[in-house]
Each structure stands twice: as C-alpha cells, then as structure tokens.
C-alpha cells in the first residue's frame, strides 16, 4: 500500500516542481538535490513511512564533546531540529540529519511543506556545523554524497 503512495507522491512532487519523471529506484530510494542540500527519500522497511535525511557534514576530530553536546541538545525534545533527529554514522562519522513521515494520509500539499521545511532545516545545520568541520574536498559535492545511496541525484 505505502510503497505506491510514495511513488505516487514523488511523481506528484515532482511535477510540481518541474520533473515530471521523478521516481524512486527498485530500492524504493530517491535523491534529489536542493542547491547545495542532497536529500534523500527512502522508503521504511514496514512501508508505513518515507524517511528523508540528508549528510551534513562529517564530525571534527577535534572538540568533539562539544560538538556531540550541540547535537544532543538539538535533539532534546525536537528542539533545534523541528521534529528530525541529528546523528552520526560510526564508520564515516559524517552528521546526518533524518526525519520519518507517516504514509497514512499524506497529501502533496503536506509533502511539499515536509520537503521545503526539511531542507530549510538542513541548510542552516550545514551553516552550523561548517565552524567545527574542515571544509568538504575540492572533489566532493552533494551530487557525489547523494550517489553513494546507489542513485544518482536529480538538481531540483
């Protein structure tokens, strides 16, 4: 059931904004690229909810105890993350940001408002957390983060 909204709200979506062939690969994955913000959507295992996240940045090696403080703080009751969750992966210590939506009566209005208010999110966490991380390699850019999840992300 789930696995058809999803894909019927990101054909949605993307018409809306002027994709028209947007779709989720045969993972039930698909990344998009807001300016310099790779987002991506991916569908949960119980095909009851979409999660969006989006890599940040990756953890300083140094001033690490508070840098992990700003992030748990921020989680605190959704505080500074409006209702995601701030994490670090352990294997590339890379800062993500994830949020789960519910399926159930999802519309495009409500999608559209998730997606705007996601990346909005996910800008100004970037903006954060560039003072305690080096800047990203000459080579890396958020097409290259976003294709490590297997698809190729589409510039919105």
């Not at 159930?104 to 999110?121: D, I, K, P, T």
């Not at 560039?130 to 290259?144: H, K, L, Q």
Request: hydrophobic residues 45%; negative net charge; aromatic residues 10%.
């Amino acid at each position: 059931m789930s696995a058809d909204m999803i894909r019927n709200l990101l054909q949605e979506f993307g018409h809306s904004i002027g994709i028209p062939d947007l779709q989720v690969d045969e993972e039930e994955r698909c990344n998009l690229l807001f300016d310099d913000v790779a987002v991506s959507f991916e569908l949960s295992q119980d095909e009851e909810s979409v999660y969006l996240y989006s890599y940040l940045a990756t953890a300083p090696e140094v001033d690490l105890e508070r840098f992990s403080a700003t992030l748990l703080e921020a989680n605190y009751l959704f505080r500074g993350t409006n209702g995601a969750t701030l994490g670090v992966e352990a294997m590339s210590k890379r800062v993500v940001l994830i949020r789960e939506e519910r399926l159930e009566l999802m519309r495009l209005a409500q999608f559209e408002s998730v997606v705007g208010g996601f990346v909005n999110l996910a800008e100004n966490w970037k903006k954060k957390l560039v003072n305690w991380t080096a800047e990203p390699a000459a080579d890396e850019s958020p097409f290259d983060q976003a294709r490590e999840f297997g698809t190729p992300a589409l510039k919105v």
